[in-house]
């Protein structure tokens, strides 16, 4: 790239896009062509124009545009969506012309009037990200036109954006009168697929019968026992309908199983019904010296695995529709799975939208069960501690969930979370945490809340088995951080430091920032004698939570005591203030 004709300077992109693009033109290709050009030169050139923005690229589909304010940028996609609903008056569902936009604040590079950079990138994601007749935009767009334009965003939490490093906070904003959003999820190829019409009910998943590759008779035999395993295992989850029709399922999920030597892998691959695509593969590879063990140990990361797909996948289609437009499962599925992660930021809009489903239906199980999380997922990461409030209704709202239903893993398994950070009673504990394993022996969560119990009553083996294998049946679940830190509690109470260091700071990598797991790394530098080390992530620790004192800090749920006191004295060591 030549510096001689290079430009460096901040910009608002805005990105837009017709919903339903290759449906519409597959339908009618000269029609949806020439309605797409109508709106580009009667509403989007001049509207661009007399907001001062410049278009500079153009698809089939959509373009790209640049402005010098944000305020403008902003102003500009307010009118053309609301500008769209009135020329879409009348029009046929099947002929209407609906736009996403996407607006994003970054620096762009300018080389012989084309535009390069992140900022770009970014607008284009947020557009992907847009609801049809809406606007998507990122959280420096909304700081910069607060209070300078006269209408609401709705907080989209944070989202990992394809091809992007960091996460980035959403918006979103529709217009008054936008018709009920009606589409899914995009598809790796960037199309967007036509939600099925019981959008939002609980996902239902169709198994085939995995095939073997080739003759060896072992192979069959382990097949057979994978196929029963995963299917004894997937009828178990409390969040995913298994159906034995392919054609009422909205997932089906197929598989493979070859042999070499000992050695077997099972490739599965998950296909969404409603768009027939293939979406996510993945191959799990096995020693079958013991069969049965095998078996168990394939079933339990494919299980896992199947699970955690299908719920990003649903979380994507969520994301489309307008909250007051999502069924409880959908929101379930949304706070669900935002509170497996450790962003702080997320958690009010987890409690948002569990709030609703409590609101619709106050006896709904795993509503409570959530919700009884939720009060506790800021404290057991560390951020702040408990108040005899939060203690009070995590209790409440747990103790009501398995009442409801006493055959949920999942409610068994946060009653037991909750006992063990607000009562340390470990015993209880444990049965909780076998009760999850008896109802879903495949529920990775579950192994852990047994290891730590296990560890902290002085088992610590034992326990530490139990967490690795929480933590080898996913690579991709968004808690595996938690369970590397469950590995580092393991190793400082046998007195591993460096082994619990090398837990901790993969955790660390996963999601930084964190003050429970800054603290095991504080106090484990401590006992390692890395004085350097341990300074460094006590002042991280106070740039985190710059009110924290020890003596403030809740005794974490150890048996013995000396082990609490080994686990403090590495903090003052630290030097962070008593």
């Known amino acids: 790239m030549s510096s001689e004709h290079v430009e460096r300077r901040l910009a608002a992109i805005l990105a837009t896009d017709v919903v339903g693009y290759s449906r519409l033109m597959g339908a009618d290709e000269l029609g949806t062509f020439e309605r797409i050009r109508a709106h580009r030169k009667e509403l989007f050139e001049p509207e661009v124009a007399r907001h001062h923005g410049r278009i500079f690229k153009l698809m089939g589909d959509g373009l790209l545009a640049e402005f010098a304010s944000v305020v403008d940028a902003v102003s500009c996609a307010i009118v053309l969506q609301r500008s769209m609903l009135e020329r879409n008056s009348g029009v046929s569902p099947e002929r209407r012309i609906d736009v996403r936009i996407g607006i994003n604040l970054g620096e762009v590079i300018v080389e012989d009037g084309d535009r390069h950079g992140d900022a770009i990138n970014l607008a284009a994601r947020l557009e992907q990200l847009a609801r049809p007749n809406g606007i998507c935009v990122s959280d420096k767009v909304r700081i910069e036109v607060e209070g300078r334009i006269d209408i609401q965003f709705e907080n989209g939490g944070e989202q990992r954006l394809k091809n992007i490093a960091q996460t980035v906070k959403v918006f979103h904003w529709r ?9 899914a999820s995009t598809g790796a190829d960037g199309a967007r697929d036509v939600a099925p019409a019981n959008a939002g009910a609980k996902p239902s998943l169709a198994l085939s019968p995995f095939e073997v590759l080739g003759r060896d008779a072992q192979a069959v035999a382990l097949t057979i026992g994978v196929n029963e ?136 199980f795993m509503a409570l069960a959530i919700r009884a999380w939720g009060a506790m997922v800021e404290v057991i990461c560390g951020y702040r501690e408990v108040s005899p409030a939060d203690s009070k209704i995590a209790l409440q709202l747990v ?5 409801l239903n006493g055959r949920s893993d999942f409610a068994h398994l946060i009653y037991g979370e909750i006992l063990l950070y607000l009562k340390r009673d470990l015993d209880a504990v444990v049965r909780q945490a076998k009760r999850s394993l008896e109802l879903n022996p495949n529920y990775a969560l579950a192994f852990d809340l047994h290891g730590m119990a296990m560890m902290y009553a002085g088992d610590v083996e034992a326990g530490l088995n139990e967490c690795r294998r929480a933590l080898e049946a996913n690579p991709r679940f968004p808690a595996n951080n938690w369970f590397m830190e469950s590995m580092a509690v393991g ?37 390692a004698g890395a004085v350097a080390e341990a300074a460094k992530e006590a002042d ?34 630290a030097r962070l203030p008593q």
Request: include cysteine; charge should be neutral.
């Open 175 to 183: 217009p008054d009168g936008a018709p009920p959003l009606v589409l």
């Open 229 to 364: 395993a995963v299917a004894s295992s997937l009828a178990n989850l409390t969040g995913i309908s298994l159906v034995t029709a392919p054609s009422e399922a909205g997932y089906r999920a197929i598989g493979s199983v070859q042999s070499s030597g000992s050695r077997f892998r099972v490739t599965v691959k998950l296909l969404d019904q409603h768009s027939k695509k293939q979406f996510w593969s993945e191959h799990f590879d096995e020693d079958a010296v013991a069969s049965f063990d095998a078996a168990d140990s394939l079933a339990f990361r494919i299980c896992s695995a199947l699970r955690y797909e299908i719920y990003e996948r649903e979380a994507e289609r969520s994301r489309l529709r307008t909250l007051e437009e999502q069924t409880s499962e959908e929101l379930m599925g949304q706070a669900g799975h935002i509170l497996l992660n450790s962003r702080r930021a997320d958690y009010e809009r987890s409690v948002t939208l569990i709030d609703l489903v409590v609101k619709r239906d106050p006896n709904n």
């Open 399 to 403: 103790r009501k969930a398995t009442e």
């Open 491 to 527: 190793n400082f109470l046998r007195e591993d430091y460096r082994a619990a260091i090398e837990w901790a700071r993969r955790s660390d990598q996963i999601h930084g920032e964190i003050p429970r797991c800054l603290l095991l790394l504080a106090t484990c530098c401590s006992h």
């Open 540 to 573: 991280r620790l106070m740039q985190a939570c710059p009110d924290f004192r020890i003596r403030d800090l809740r005794r974490w749920p150890f048996a013995r005591e000396q082990d609490w006191a080994r686990f403090i004295e590495g903090l003052v060591q």
